[in-house]
């Protein structure tokens, strides 16, 4: 799933800490399970089994694949696995020229950027850092600072588009809708330590696919540390209220290009009706995932240990879920952290030291990518097939914003407008996990009764079915709900163009973008109980005697999410 959790503290510590002994909840110490680091399965069949899926997986989220990065050798190695098993199963090409793959034309921005306060030259990644790696050319000369306001915080005192324009903005907290007050500026300088930390970080800069912006009117986008807006504004910056005006900056923002391979895969199982085989129910996954550690191998027990415990105390003080992306440690939660000790000792006992760099991504996404493998291997054995047709979509890029999925919705490989529904899956391999209450039959549900309420419908009916009955969570469904998970998946570019959506997950957990997503912690249960129901919601829409009724138009495809 798309989004960053900020683990510098989580990071800092485990190296801190990897040597400490001090005794420790043994509850919260992870053990390897029954389950092995390294797993060679016998071949898969067409039933959906949690034996082929625990096969198939332990080949996709394998070091080997490198994290399957967007634009990566490690991607370009994951997607290749992906083709050999549809041209295997006998799909039928649905990419690009007679292929399976679709290209996407990735680049990589690498930013170039000066600010000068007066004499002094400010340090890119040091004082400053680009805030959006998508952001246009610009260069302003002698614009004065002003201080614009808390624009995260509802109700808050901002400054107006009046006094914004023509001048360099710093504000606080990062806009969740468009600030008129923002658009009239020259330049935005973001003042936040956590994400500074973060964006310092970014040096190789942001994957994606070429930007179409209007270089004429929008702002350049940087943020910085309290301790620059310090010096720009010759107070501590807490002391800085709306409408107060710092020192004159100077400054230049432009990128190098770097072009990069991305492709999605695309396959189709044909229907069996002629007069309803030219529509689709497409089932779509995401084949990326992070990468590699850049900064070295941490150990691999001694940080699950750490996490662990992350996840008790703060859910126990809290009952909020830690490893939820954008939600950096607050300062208390920061000493509790400061407070874990990890017992290496005692891990050692169990088994040697394992040095890990990969984030294998063995739930997000593999879980969904090789459960679209299994479900369609089983509809390629069934006798007869379903009457409309199955898209099958492996969408590059999602973790760098969503991009194979914009890509294909935009550049379809099959008339969109004969796609009757899609079905997302997203880290679907965990069951409840961290979220407390649930049962191990745990899925979050969302999407289903945005566009088509006989989606909707049809999705908890089946899940009635006794060889279902999931316990379904609509939570983060909510309209408004400040993870705005609804946005942050493959399923929106596809509701952007008005086709009913259903988005199936088991929710953030522990091992979310850590080294530690690994085959081994899967719930392979539950994982094909998943699998099981999205095969049930597939083949019942694609053998409707109708097309899904659609509630409501069909939107504008350039415009934002709302959660």
């Given amino acids: 799933m798309k989004g960053k959790f900020v683990r510098a503290a989580q990071t800092g510590a485990v190296l801190a800490l990897m040597a400490a002994c001090a005794p420790m909840d043994p509850t919260i110490i992870p053990v390897s399970g029954q389950l092995p680091l390294k797993y060679s399965g016998p071949a898969t069949g067409p039933a959906i089994t949690a034996g082929d899926l625990m096969t198939r997986l332990y080949i996709f989220a394998d070091d080997s694949m490198l994290g399957r990065r967007t634009g990566d050798v490690g991607n370009l190695k994951g997607t290749a696995y992906l083709e050999r098993e549809v041209r295997r199963l006998g799909l039928v090409p649905a990419g690009e020229n007679g292929t399976f793959f679709q290209d996407v034309p990735l680049i990589r921005r690498l ?9 002094d030259s400010l340090v890119l ?20 600072v002003i201080y614009g306001g808390n624009v995260g915080q509802q109700g808050a005192e901002l400054i107006t588009p009046e006094q914004a324009a023509g001048k360099i903005v710093a504000v606080t907290g990062f806009p969740r809708a468009v600030i008129p007050m923002l658009r009239s500026a020259a330049a935005i300088l973001y003042v ?9 970080r970014g040096g190789r800069g942001g994957v994606m696919i070429r930007p179409r912006m209007d270089t004429t009117t929008a702002a350049a986008p940087f943020v910085i540390p309290a301790a620059t807006a310090t010096k720009i504004f010759g107070v501590p910056f807490e002391n800085v209220r709306p409408g107060t005006v710092g020192q004159v900056l100077t400054g230049s923002l432009s ?3 770097v ?23 497409a089932l779509g996954a995401h084949n990326d995932h992070v990468g590699i550690r850049t900064a070295g191998p941490l150990d691999h027990d001694s940080l699950r240990a750490y996490n662990k415990a992350v ?26 952290l400061a407070g874990i000790k990890v017992n290496v000792d005692s891990l050692r006992a169990i088994r040697a030291g394992r040095p890990d760099s990969v984030y294998n991504g063995a739930d997000d996404d593999g879980s969904g990518s090789v459960g679209l493998l299994e479900i369609a291997e089983h509809l390629v054995s069934l006798p007869v097939k379903p009457k409309r047709s199955i898209l099958f979509v492996w969408h590059t890029g999602e973790e760098s914003g969503l991009l194979g999925s914009r890509w294909y919705t935009d550049n379809p490989t099959v008339p969109l407008d004969s796609v009757v529904g899609a079905i997302n899956m997203d880290m679907v391999g965990r069951g409840a996990g961290s979220e407390r209450g649930k049962t191990d039959r ?3 549900l969302l ?19 006794p060889e279902h009955k999931l316990e379904f969570d609509y939570q983060f469904d909510a309209p408004g709900h400040p993870e705005r998970f609804y946005c942050r998946s493959d399923h929106w570019n596809y509701a952007r163009m008005g086709i009913p959506v259903t988005f199936l997950s088991g929710g953030n957990h522990v091992d979310y973008h850590q080294l530690t997503d690994e085959a081994q912690y899967i719930d392979y249960p539950q994982f094909t109980r998943v699998i099981l129901l999205a095969e049930d919601i597939v083949k019942t829409i694609a053998n409707l005697d109708h097309r899904l009724v659609r509630d409501k138009p069909k939107p504008a495809p350039d415009t934002p999410c709302v959660q």
């Fill in 111 to 119: 930013p170039a950027a000066s600010l000068r306060l007066g004499s």
């Fill in 125 to 144: 990644n040091t004082d400053f850092a680009v805030a959006d790696p998508r952001a246009v050319i610009r260069a302003f000369s002698g614009m004065p």
């Fill in 192 to 200: 936040d330590d956590a994400n500074f930390s973060v964006m310092r």
């Fill in 255 to 257: 990128f190098s290009e």
């Fill in 259 to 281: 072009p990069l391979p991305g492709r999605n895969v695309v396959a189709v199982l044909p229907g069996s009706d002629p007069a309803v085989k030219g529509q689709y129910v």
């Fill in 311 to 336: 996840e008790k105390i703060i859910m126990d003080r809290t009952g909020l879920v830690p490893s939820l992306p954008g939600r950096p440690a607050t300062s208390e939660q920061a000493g509790w």
């Fill in 442 to 444: 745990y899925v979050s």
């Fill in 447 to 465: 999407g289903s009764r945005r566009i088509s309420k006989e989606m909707g419908d049809i999705v908890d009916a089946l899940n009635a079915k």
